[in-house]
């Protein structure tokens, strides 16, 4: 229906999420009619993300610098890890201002039918800052409360107490609502959910 080049990027667009045929048509035509200004926006804007972008060789955020600005911060809370499954999230709980420790981010939760996924998360590098951060106190598991999350959260307990049998580990309150989005909640919201999380 479309020329070859068309079609390529179409598909290339619906690899992304919640992109599926019709949008990446009108994303494709609507480039090609605004002209080469704006495409060439993007395509720097890309270019620079994948010059630019590294992953910060503490926490595994997406940042400019590594450590990414919140490790790098002196007054941080470091008895405190927050473990998050995206980088999303962390930008979701900074704007509460509930929490002042420092982060983990994964890159996603554990597939409950694909075991073999569990080596693509960060699981054993946040172990082995557990194991070395002698200030460590507790560890907040702040993943969705969905299938994935409550499954990431179970293995996590269960490697955490065994080389840390101390450590409190504690999850947010139930105020989010199940199946929900962390990095879609209200501030107010995710906030009280911080404030009020809870330990097993």
Request: glycine share 6%; hydrophobic share 35%.
């Amino acid at each position: 229906m479309y020329s070859p080049t068309i079609n390529k990027l179409i598909g290339i667009l619906k690899k992304l999420p919640s992109v599926g045929q019709h949008t990446a048509e009108r994303y494709v035509f609507h480039w090609l009619k605004s002209g080469k200004v704006e495409v060439n926006e993007l395509r720097n804007a890309l270019d620079n993300l994948l010059k630019n972008i590294k992953s910060c060789e503490i926490c595994w955020n997406f940042s400019d610098f590594t450590p990414c600005e919140i490790c790098a911060k002196k007054d941080r809370n470091q008895t405190q890890i927050c473990v998050v499954d995206e980088a999303q999230a962390v930008a979701a709980l900074e704007k509460t201002g509930a929490y002042t420790g420092v982060y983990h981010i994964l890159r996603g939760t554990i597939d409950v039918g694909n075991e073999t996924g569990l080596a693509e998360l960060k699981i054993h590098e946040l172990l082995e800052r557990i194991k070395i951060n002698e200030q460590l106190q507790e560890i907040v598991l702040a993943l969705n409360p969905d299938m994935p999350g409550e499954t990431t959260m179970l293995y996590l307990e269960k490697q955490i107490k065994q080389i840390k049998p101390q450590i409190k580990i504690s999850r947010l309150a139930r105020g989010l609502p199940m199946g929900s989005d962390l990095q879609y909640s209200d501030e107010i919201t995710l906030g009280s959910a911080l404030k009020n999380r809870f330990s097993n």
